[in-house]
């Protein structure tokens, strides 16, 4: 499969929170990522005509990106990452994924991620919204307040029944590409809590990819080629002029309220007054699923506040 060469420098989904009185701001924002020796493979930037095929697999004898302190902030990091290692089978040959370890990474992380792919089963559960900044991409709100995923409990556990983004199954990994580089590798948060030499499955054997890596090759791949269309359909609503500014204010009814607020939604208004010939070209793209997936998911905005009115703040 061509792979078009293309970074994706996704910022860090900066999250930030004030009171004004009983009620709690959340903001979803993006923040401007730092220059980096690797480039990472999620946030977007516009491909490049053409593209040669690429091989993606971890990057063996590579030169990490400078590792961050406990101290630094995690700026121009994807969302939930601290910081990214080149897989290395010389530095993580002897690591294990243990997979029964849980989301309770995610367990703060009120918004992650979509795919396109991923619209019309993520809006069955979760509010979709669009990041502001250059490039609007879905995320899929998780929470209210800034720091709170009802959808992780206590020990970690993806609320049963619900749809679990492919973003938070792809974690620890994420691909990189060197800067002035066409070859995709695969890099990993090396303080991933699953991440360790006990049990688990081991990411390589006899220094070489290990079968569960291999699957997990394949699945970060499939995902990005999934991110691309995601892209390109991002790039259609924002030239269309469907997106606006939105915040979502709730009011609990155990008292108190909240406001969320730095996204974009899709007005139903602005998509019926589309020209045909536009309705007609994203018929083909097979992106109006896509489109009608996002405007129904606004119905999960109730279903949301329930939870938020069971679980503890």
Request: charged share 20%.
């Amino acid at each position: 499969m061509a792979r078009p060469e293309f970074l994706l420098d996704k910022p860090g989904l900066r999250r930030q929170m004030t009171r004004r009185g009983n009620a709690a701001v959340a903001s979803l924002a993006l923040s401007a990522p730092r220059p980096c020796r690797m480039s990472f493979l999620f946030s977007f930037r516009r491909p490049s005509k053409g593209g040669s095929p690429q091989e993606c697999r971890p990057m063996a004898d590579a030169s990490p990106a400078p590792a961050k302190t406990a101290s630094q902030p995690a700026s121009g990091m994807p969302p939930l990452f601290g910081r990214v290692e080149p897989l290395d089978p010389a530095r993580h040959g002897g690591l294990r994924l243990d997979r029964a370890a849980g989301l309770g990474f995610a367990a703060r992380a009120n918004a992650v991620p979509l795919s396109i792919v991923e619209l019309p089963l993520a809006a069955r559960h979760f509010p979709i919204v669009f990041a502001t900044g250059p490039l609007p991409m879905p995320l899929a709100v998780l929470g209210y307040r800034t720091g709170e995923n009802l959808f992780v409990d206590e020990k970690g556990n993806w609320r049963a029944g619900t749809y679990l983004p492919a973003y938070l199954r792809a974690y620890p990994f994420i691909f990189l590409q060197a800067e002035g580089g066409t070859q995709l590798h695969l890099g990993i948060e090396p303080d991933a809590p699953a991440l360790h030499t006990g049990s688990g499955d081991p990411l390589f054997e006899e220094g070489k990819p290990s079968t569960f890596l291999q699957e997990m090759l394949r699945f970060c791949s499939d995902y990005r080629a999934s991110l691309e269309e995601t892209q390109r359909f991002a790039e259609a609503l924002k030239a269309a002029e469907v997106l606006e500014q939105q915040e979502a204010r709730v009011e609990f009814r155990s008292g108190g309220s909240a406001r969320l607020n730095g996204f974009l939604m899709m007005n139903p208004k602005r998509f019926e007054e589309l020209p045909d010939e536009t309705i007609l070209a994203w018929r083909k793209r097979h992106w109006l699923g896509a489109a009608y997936a996002v405007m129904h998911a606004g119905g999960s905005w109730s279903s949301v506040l329930d939870l938020a009115e069971t679980k503890p703040a």
